[in-house]
């Protein structure tokens, strides 16, 4: 496993991490309950594969499970700029999808360079 892979893993179990910490500290309003709840559910699917990919090295489907989890929590969060949503909570959304997006690149083109 290298560094990069370990990086993207890590980047990846610590979104999960504050997916699953958001349902506790929503209002309700922002992020909504249904949207922090299926938020938190993808955190700990993410958690599980990240841990299952760690242990099995190159795990085909907990790999793929972490990635499409944190794609799809990513895709959840973009509402949050189209539905007047506080400016400090578009930007720490803007941030979770430039982490996400870092950790996806770095746990594909690993995989990808690994498989070639």
Do not use: H, K
Request: aromatic share 8%; net charge positive.
């Amino acid at each position: 496993m290298t560094t990069r892979y370990r990086t993207g893993l890590i980047l990846a179990a610590l979104l999960g991490a504050v997916d699953v910490i958001s349902l506790a500290l929503t209002d309700g309003e922002n992020p909504p309950y249904a949207v922090a709840a299926v938020g938190a559910a993808l955190g700990l699917i993410t958690l599980a594969g990240v841990v299952r990919t760690w242990r099995t090295a190159r795990s085909r489907g907990w790999f793929w499970t972490v990635v499409v989890t944190r794609a799809v929590s990513a895709l959840t969060s973009v509402p949050a700029f189209f539905a007047g949503a506080p400016a400090a909570l578009q930007a720490a959304v803007g941030v979770g999808i430039v982490l996400t997006l870092t950790s996806l690149w770095l746990l594909l083109a690993t995989r990808r360079t690994a498989t070639v």
